[in-house]
């Protein structure tokens, strides 16, 4: 039996990872949760999986209080936090919870974004498991499993590509909030879902596998795969390629990610070989449209701060785009100009990652 926190229980990666615990009585115990405002699921989520009200946080205060709140749920007792939390606010507690001890699910991509260098530390000195659950490096974990000690060549990091695969720039100029939402493969929060469509969703993960893996940023190599079977994979120096497939549903890796080193039975669909995986295509990013991704590739090169520059300056230009502020292609221009007058600075503590984040998003 392993007890675990889940932080952001309320959100996508949260009520799957309550799916698959439902499935799985008998294996795992859910003994924090915390929301950002809606208490009345969390505390409905409490009541079904028998928490304790003391270990349930909404987070909807100040960032000081939020912080506080976090990091006393992420030390709670348990064997793993699973961090579904989006944005900034995923990094203390990923901190802490290592620090704690305690074995660490991540879902939360701006932990690595911008603290990559602070957490991969932390997680050689503590000797904790950090269990990546974005569908593509669980993948990239799985490939690697058992070849730890085997070269590595590429990472080969799939992309769905999008609502607006296959268009060029001209023809998102007038691109809405609506369309921009509709994703046409994976339900996900509104954040992550723009991210999708500019493809900065796919720079970040550059940067965290980069972090994970321990691989520089031109050992990856990003595919456009609009089917989505293909999760990723792994080519090594013999030229040989090793990728993971399975129908898009995230209770796969979230599954993988809380049973680990085991598998846990999924009562759902199978991948049907003669439907869904009859007809697989990959395509080359188009980085002159999606500037993003390019950006996101030029971060990780600089290194130190910039990616926690391009990190807080994105999140604050895809809220306004979803307030109707600026537009489309706004985000991508101030953002690829904002990275660029940015001077990096090496060996970042997390107090200054914090700092750095703070004041780009006030500056931006």
């Not at 058992?146 to 769905?160: A, E, F, M, Y």
């Not at 809405?176 to 994703?183: C, D, Q, Y």
């Not at 049973?259 to 295509?281: A, K």
């Not at 809220?319 to 537009?327: D, K, N, V």
Request: aromatic residues 6%.
């Amino acid at each position: 039996m392993k007890d675990i926190v889940i932080l952001g229980s309320t959100g996508s990666i949260g009520t799957q990872t309550l799916d698959v615990v439902r499935h799985n009585r008998d294996r795992f115990r859910v003994v924090g949760l915390t929301c950002r405002s809606h208490k009345d699921l969390m505390m409905s989520q409490a009541k079904e999986f028998g928490v304790p009200e003391e270990n349930c946080f909404v987070t909807s205060g100040t960032p000081e209080e939020t912080a506080k709140r976090l990091i006393e749920a992420a030390t709670l007792q348990c064997d793993l936090v699973v961090n579904a939390l989006m944005g900034m606010r995923g990094l203390e507690p990923t901190y802490h919870a290592l620090m704690n001890g305690t074995d660490v699910a991540l879902a939360n991509k701006e932990t690595l974004v911008a603290g990559g260098s602070v957490i991969m530390d932390l997680v050689k000195r503590t000797g904790r498991k950090l269990l990546p659950i974005d569908s593509e490096h669980s993948a990239i974990f799985q490939c690697l499993e058992g070849n730890r000690d085997r070269k590595v060549k590429k990472i080969l990091l799939t992309c769905s590509g999008g609502p607006f695969r296959g268009r060029k720039r001209s023809q998102l100029t007038t691109v809405t909030r609506e369309e921009a939402l509709k994703h046409p493969r994976w339900d996900m929060g509104a954040k992550i879902t723009i991210d999708s469509a500019t493809l900065m969703n796919k720079g970040l993960e550059v940067i965290e596998a980069k972090w994970l893996f321990d691989v520089e940023p031109e050992n990856i190599q990003v595919l456009v795969h609009p089917q989505s079977i293909v999760h990723s994979g792994v080519e090594f120096m013999d030229n040989s390629v090793l990728c993971q497939l399975g129908v898009p549903d995230m209770r796969i890796p979230i599954s993988l990610a809380l049973g680990y080193p085991e598998r846990l039975d999924n009562p759902d669909r199978e991948l049907d070989f003669f439907t869904e995986g009859s007809n697989l295509t990959f395509e080359k990013p188009d980085l002159e449209t999606f500037k993003c991704l390019g950006l996101a590739f030029f971060a990780a090169g600089e290194g130190g701060s910039s990616p926690v520059v391009m990190n807080a300056a994105n999140e604050v230009l895809v809220q306004r785009f979803l307030e109707g502020r600026i537009g489309f292609l706004e985000m991508q221009d101030k953002l690829w100009d904002t990275v660029h007058a940015h001077k990096a600075v090496k060996d970042l503590t997390l107090e200054d990652i914090l700092s750095i984040d703070k004041e780009t998003r006030e500056r931006v």
